[in-house]
């Protein structure tokens, strides 16, 4: 009897140890995509402090060391991010924005109240020439998102000679000229206009479809020899309608990419705090954020239908967590503090646009500093950066790398209360040089997960690792504690028989580099 109940016990531990073998297979011969860089893209809106003491502080300013106004930390770290595009004036605000009012001399610029944001003043000390001036220095793809919502196409159209057209070949690119800039900076991208559903103007999608063609008429010329690239104000989260009426309606010979905004909130109503959470809290954050995927799925299927041969684009130009502003801050700046719950969004949504890299080429997080899920946070002279920032540096070797297909059998599961999601997520890509890179995320609040990475295809040579981990999921980084979290070399992981198995501590992000 006894040696019966030792076998049974020997078999179930052995059922439980094979049903625990949860497997990432990575294809690495099976690349056909390229993971566009500008998925690691970001956002700049004039709007509470990302702009003006975020990125700009004043040529005067002799407390902040800047180069033309802009600050030279918050450069220099945007620089080691590798940040490809970064979006600008807005969101809202770019639909109220008329961008004649931002050139010329700074003293002879009108003010105008920024409706959107706290109607405070904008007295457009920083314009176009300062924006794109900054990209230079960012060594970043601007992308300019157009007023529709009470501009009109003819500003649209100088505007694109004013930044593109060679000198001497209209008034717009003379006054260029005429305000110190001689060769035009070729600006690529151009939104036509922003959440229209919404802020941009409250358009049906029919409407919007219509206005659409007008604007996109006048971006240069009829057959867009100027190679721009258009982007139409796309749905928000779930509007499988819009995404519809706008592939049916808009000629695709006009229409080089479609946006998407999807925000992660627990509710509209009832923000909750960006630190001060419960794993509830957390768990609904994740389940919003996982809702990615879906929606994803479903814009594409529509896309499919009209375009199969994708030649539109999907760009997820908002995206990323939003929470009450911290307290005592000025509720209209959306100023919120990043924790590792925000580290765990980033991770998972990047694998995400990564794994849907054949239509989805531009993602924005929102936004680049001090407003909502930001990577940088400045507070006068100081300069934190967040969790999602080392997120953001952890995952740039995926830039422009090809896409490796993974799949994870015997899927572990996060569960909370009755409820449960899937606890690992990950993508995988081979750079020119032919290493390949894994990026895990273990979102479990609670549970150490190990799980064995077999990739197909591929020797396991040298592996090396870094992670983002931390005691407390509500840990985050403060101009008191700048560097509590940073990612680390990791080092927990085996190489058995060409697999390598990683064991992922909770609430973790894990990028393996093999060569
Ligand atoms: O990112 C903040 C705001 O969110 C943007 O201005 C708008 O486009 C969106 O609703």
């Not at 230079?136 to 004013?162: C, F, H, M, R």
């Not at 909750?272 to 794993?279: I, M, N, P, Q, Y």
């Amino acid at each position: 009897m006894k040696k019966i109940i030792a076998i049974a016990l020997i078999l179930s531990g052995f059922a439980g140890w094979l049903q625990a073998q949860t497997t990432i297979y990575v294809d690495a011969g099976q690349g056909k995509h390229t993971i566009n860089k500008n998925i690691y893209g970001h956002f700049a809106e004039h709007l509470g402090r990302c702009i003006y003491g975020g990125f700009y502080v004043g040529e005067d300013n002799q407390k902040i060391p800047n180069t033309e106004g802009v600050r030279n930390d918050v450069v220099k770290a945007l620089k080691e991010l590798k940040v490809p595009v970064l979006r600008w004036p807005g969101g809202c605000f770019a639909d109220t924005y008329h961008w004649k009012d931002g050139i010329g001399p700074k003293a002879e610029r009108p003010s105008m109240l920024n409706i959107w944001w706290g109607n405070v003043k904008e007295d457009n000390s920083f314009g176009t020439n300062e924006f794109l001036n900054m990209c230079e220095l960012l060594e970043t793809e601007p992308y300019l998102s157009a007023n529709v919502g009470s501009g009109t196409p003819q500003e649209l159209a100088d505007w694109i000679k004013y930044t593109n057209h060679p000198a001497g070949s209209s008034p717009m690119p003379d006054l260029r000229e005429k305000y110190g800039r001689k060769e035009p900076w070729k600006v690529k991208y151009w939104g036509i206009g922003n959440e229209a559903w919404g802020c941009g103007g409250n358009m049906t999608p029919e409407y919007y479809s219509n206005i659409y063609r007008q604007f996109a008429t006048f971006t240069t010329d009829w057959q867009n020899s100027d190679g721009i690239v258009r982007i139409a104000s796309g749905a928000s989260s779930s509007d499988y309608n819009w995404t519809e009426v706008l592939m049916k309606n808009i000629k695709h010979n006009m229409l080089e990419a479609i946006a998407l905004h999807h925000y992660a909130v627990i509710d509209w109503g009832n923000k909750g705090s960006a630190k001060d959470f419960t794993e509830d809290q957390y768990f609904t954050i994740m389940q919003r954020a996982l809702e990615m995927e879906e929606l994803i799925q479903k814009h594409v299927a529509i896309m499919d239908k009209y375009d199969p041969q994708k030649k539109v684009d999907l760009y997820v130009d908002e995206w990323g967590g939003w929470y009450d502003s911290e307290p005592g801050t000025n509720g209209a700046f959306l100023y919120q503090q990043n924790t590792m719950r925000d580290a765990m969004l980033a991770g998972a949504t990047l694998n995400i646009f990564n794994n849907h890299a054949d239509r989805v080429k531009m993602a924005n997080i929102a936004q680049a500093v001090n407003v909502l899920q930001a990577v940088i946070l400045t507070e006068g002279e100081k300069m934190i950066l967040t969790p999602t920032y080392h997120v953001m540096k952890m995952y740039n070797v995926h830039q422009d790398a090809t896409l490796l297909p993974s799949e994870i059998h015997n899927a572990l599961l996060y569960n909370h209360g009755k409820e449960s999601l899937p606890a690992i997520s990950c993508s995988a890509s081979k750079t020119t040089a032919g290493d390949i890179n894994i990026s895990i995320v273990n979102i479990d609040a609670q549970k150490t997960n190990t799980v064995t990475v077999n990739l197909k295809g591929a020797k396991v040579g040298t592996v090396k690792g870094s992670v983002l981990k931390s005691g407390k999921i509500q840990d985050h980084n403060s101009f008191e504690k700048p560097d509590l979290i940073k990612p680390a070399a990791y080092n927990d992981f085996k190489v058995e028989g060409g697999n390598i198995k990683v064991t992922l501590p909770p609430f973790s992000v894990v990028v393996l580099n093999v060569k």
